[in-house]
């Protein structure tokens, strides 16, 4: 894993945006769902390429909750100013995004029958 562990960083980086935003629920919302999907696909990346990690879903969350944070340092250092608000809707959403692919889509791995896997997840939906 560590002779990967520059590229993840790298990607990482490229990741990080020079948008200026406000603090309105939309643009919140866009810090939580961006870094739930960091996390999320940084979290089946590890468990895909490198199984050796006991635990991929910490691995999506420091990446991505790390993004959340060096984003708005170098939107400061920019001439942006450090927003508190956008580090805590982007930690919880990699926080969320980390914690639901590992319990939903990792972990329900269910049967293994002659060669075949089967995964199988409910949903419901109240009209």
Do not use: C
Not at 45 to 61: H, I, L, R, S
Request: net charge negative; hydrophobic share 50%; no cysteine.
């Amino acid at each position: 894993m560590t002779r990967y562990l520059p590229w993840m960083f790298i990607l990482f980086a490229l990741q990080i945006s020079y948008a200026k935003a406000n603090d309105s629920i939309s643009a919140e919302f866009s810090h939580f769902a961006g870094n739930a999907v960091l996390a999320s696909a940084t979290t089946v990346v590890v468990d895909k390429y490198w199984p050796e990690v006991e635990n991929p879903a910490m691995v999506g969350f420091t990446i991505s909750a790390s993004e959340a944070f060096l984003g708005e340092v170098v939107d400061s250092v920019s001439g942006g100013h450090l927003s508190w608000l956008d580090v805590a809707a982007g930690t919880l959403g990699a926080a969320t995004g980390a914690y639901v692919t590992d319990k939903l889509y990792i972990a329900p791995k269910l049967n293994l029958d002659k060669g075949n896997e089967t995964y199988g997840m409910v949903v419901i939906y109240h009209f």
